[in-house]
């Protein structure tokens, strides 16, 4: 089973509130990823991290930010959120080599109002 | 750059039909292979992974065969359960690791 944490599940806000989505996982790995997953389902990579002090924008744009000070702990962050953030956004973690899957959280629902 | 292309959905069967879902790929170097599985309110989890040429992955009934000639990973399942309704999404994992890239994903309705 996968050890990988999202916190919170769901979250109703209202605009221009700063959010801040947890995800932990307890496996050790070096990397992790934050994806946003629109209603057609597509995944869309927004932030990466190879390790500790470590992070790089993904393919998608995205207003957010991340960090990553332990490696078991990946937050994003969102200092003034709009409607336009409201999507579903999926943590995931992995080892480095290539033949490895990823892992991934159960994902934060995020509304803004 | 490198890419995923599956069968675009919704695929709507009956229980106990074969299912084929088409998936090709372009990349450089030897990617690994893997087809991912979310149900309704979840996140993705692996379903099953091919990490080279002619290897064949497999999980609960469901099976992909690494065909490098025609860059193809498709899935298949001889007897498909109304519990297998769920979005698939096949996805390539770069030489080096550094990315994945998933396709479009596959939304599959099973009716009893």
């Known amino acids: 089973e996968a050890d990988i944490y999202q916190t919170p599940r769901y979250l109703v806000i209202g605009t221009g509130k700063k959010i801040t989505l947890e995800c932990s996982q307890t496996m050790g790995h070096d990397k992790m990823y934050w994806y946003q997953q629109d209603p057609g389902m597509e995944l869309h990579l927004i932030h990466y991290s190879y390790g500790v002090n470590s992070t790089e924008k993904g393919d998608l744009s995205s207003e957010s930010t991340v960090s990553r000070i332990r490696t078991e702990h990946f937050p994003l962050t969102l200092e003034s959120a709009r409607p336009s953030h409201t999507s579903q956004y999926l943590c995931?973690?992995?080892?480095?080599?290539?033949?490895?899957?990823?892992?991934f959280g159960e994902g934060s629902r995020l509304t803004v109002l | 750059g490198d890419s995923v292309t599956q069968m675009e959905g919704p695929v709507t069967l009956s229980e106990e039909a074969f299912l084929t879902i088409n998936c090709t790929y372009t990349a450089t170097g030897y990617p690994s292979l893997f087809w991912y599985v979310q149900y309704p309110g979840e996140g993705l989890q692996l379903l099953l992974k091919?990490?080279?040429?002619?290897d064949k992955g497999s999980n609960k009934g469901f099976e992909a065969t690494y065909r490098k000639e025609t860059t193809s990973f498709h899935l298949e399942k001889g007897s498909v359960q109304v519990s297998d309704s769920a979005v698939y999404f096949c996805a390539l994992r770069t030489t080096g690791g550094f990315k994945t890239i998933f396709g479009a994903g596959t939304r599959l309705f099973v009716k009893a």
């Open positions: 995931a973690s992995s080892w480095t080599e290539n033949t490895g899957e990823l892992f």
């Open positions: 091919a990490t080279k040429a002619d």
